[in-house]
């Protein structure tokens, strides 16, 4: 028989259930099993678990401790984190390089979705799609790679450029994932809105500027130049048909110049500092439109927010996007609601501001987004605001989706550890 291990279920709607569960005595070919380090808490769990109505353990946002690699390219000990996704390499999306569209992923053992996740302490995966964690790298930014993967995608779908003012609405982990990307892409005004007061000020808190000690630098001088994540031996045993896609380096540029690596030796300063926001703003206070229209330039003459990443998925959200972003600007749709949404699409028009949809990100902007992480660009981690065991699961989701007081960005289930709410601090750690 397999070994035991506990795992949440949905019991019902809004409720989750500790329940005792069992390892397979054979793992399937191309499959690993490991032990769950943390999983971090999605927005889009909350419809499953209000529904109740998944069979699946929920959780796709991880970093695994493999136990068993049984016939893929891992190894016992290695830290893993895991592209959720299934793509079937065969459709027209995936032929052109856009697998997060892929025809079946979502239905074809998607993490979390269709496959069990990690709100468990032990999870059976795909080898093919673990990615190796650096050695420099914590298990808690390494589980944040799924959810910064997402704004990688957004940038990308934008044209943010050098010197470009942008806004972000919605100050979730996603807008604030958003918001550093912008910056480090070249905005030179980088601004976010939020309902929440308390959100707000947790964010703005989070943003200040982070850096690293000399010794974290020096330790992080074995990643550059190597490609410690993408392990290329026997990559994609059995699960990838056909054409499977090519794993990236990892390194970035940044970090290969030898100039950079010069000052940081010479100074230990570390890896470069966080990006941090031009402005702050309630999106409950009555003046806000004109707040930004200021902060963005508009003086009645066309002028505004290059681009808008709208991360609430709200009316009120894409009315403000309407109003204060530029004439032949853009609108980045990130935020995702399955519920009917009200535009007026007038506004839109008579500026002529492009409305871009992103959804997910591809199998290569995954591992760039561990390539940002690992190399110093962003610290996913630090929106990272309390940590919980597997019996705290349902009073953090309780917490996070229905207490009006909420201040909470980002919650972290650690599911092998003691079971003992924490706030998370913002340490300094050697591992980035």
């Known amino acids: 028989m397999g070994q035991?291990?506990?795992?949440?279920?949905?019991?019902?709607?809004?409720?989750?259930?500790?329940?005792?569960?069992?390892?397979?005595?054979?793992?399937?070919?191309?499959?690993?099993?490991?032990?769950?380090?943390?999983?971090?808490?999605?927005?889009?769990?909350?419809?499953?678990?209000?529904?109740?109505?998944?069979?699946?353990?929920?959780?796709?946002?991880?970093?695994?401790?493999?136990?068993?690699?049984?016939?893929?390219?891992?190894?016992?000990?290695?830290?893993?984190?895991?592209?959720?996704?299934?793509?079937?390499?065969?459709?027209?999306?995936?032929?052109?390089?856009?697998?997060?569209?892929?025809?079946?992923?979502?239905?074809?053992?998607?993490?979390?979705?269709?496959?069990?996740?990690?709100?468990?302490?032990?999870?059976?995966?795909?080898?093919?799609?673990?990615?190796?964690?650096?050695?420099?790298?914590?298990?808690?930014?390494?589980?944040?790679?799924?959810?910064?993967?997402?704004?990688?995608?957004?940038?990308?779908?934008?044209?943010?450029?050098?010197?470009?003012?942008?806004?972000v609405i919605g100050a979730g982990p996603i807008g604030l994932y958003c918001a550093d990307l912008a910056k480090r892409a070249g905005a030179s005004l980088v601004v976010i809105s939020e309902y929440s007061a308390s959100r707000l000020a947790e964010a703005k808190k989070r943003s200040a500027l982070v850096t690293y000690g000399r010794e974290t630098a020096i330790k992080n001088k074995n990643f550059l130049g190597t490609d410690p994540i993408c392990d290329l031996r026997n990559s994609f045993p059995q699960i990838a048909p056909r054409e499977a896609p090519q794993r990236l380096d990892p390194t970035p540029v940044l970090l290969k110049n030898k100039v950079f690596q010069q000052i940081n030796e010479n100074l230990g300063c570390g890896l470069p500092r966080q990006p941090t926001l031009d402005g702050y703003y309630e999106a409950s206070d009555p003046e806000l439109i004109a707040q930004l229209k200021a902060a963005g330039g508009d003086k009645g003459n066309g002028g505004g927010f290059d681009t808008v990443f709208e991360c609430a998925a709200s009316a009120a959200g894409y009315a403000t996007a309407a109003a204060v972003t530029k004439y032949a600007g853009e609108v980045i749709m990130v935020g995702l609601s399955a519920k009917p949404t009200d535009i007026v699409t007038q506004m839109y028009a008579l500026r002529e501001i492009r409305v871009v949809p992103s959804m997910g990100y591809t199998w290569k902007e995954f591992q760039k987004a561990l390539a940002l992480i690992a190399g110093g660009a962003v610290r996913p981690e630090r929106y990272v605001t309390k940590t919980v065991g597997l019996n705290e699961l349902q009073a953090a989701f309780e917490h996070l989706f229905h207490d009006p007081a909420n201040a909470d960005l980002k919650i972290l289930v650690e599911p092998n550890q003691s079971s003992q709410a924490s706030a998370h601090g913002e340490k300094n750690d050697e591992k980035i």
């Open 4 to 167: 035991k291990y506990r795992a949440a279920y949905l019991s019902g709607p809004a409720m989750f259930e500790i329940r005792e569960a069992r390892a397979p005595d054979k793992l399937l070919p191309g499959y690993f099993l490991g032990d769950v380090v943390c999983c971090a808490i999605c927005g889009s769990d909350r419809g499953f678990w209000t529904a109740g109505i998944k069979k699946n353990v929920l959780g796709h946002e991880m970093t695994v401790t493999v136990t068993d690699p049984g016939d893929t390219h891992l190894n016992a000990g290695d830290r893993v984190c895991m592209f959720p996704g299934i793509p079937c390499w065969e459709c027209e999306s995936c032929r052109q390089g856009r697998d997060n569209i892929c025809t079946t992923i979502y239905y074809k053992g998607y993490t979390g979705l269709s496959a069990d996740g990690g709100y468990a302490e032990k999870y059976m995966g795909p080898g093919a799609y673990a990615v190796k964690v650096p050695d420099h790298v914590s298990s808690q930014a390494a589980a944040l790679t799924e959810p910064l993967a997402t704004a990688v995608h957004a940038v990308r779908q934008s044209s943010v450029r050098l010197g470009d003012k942008v806004l």
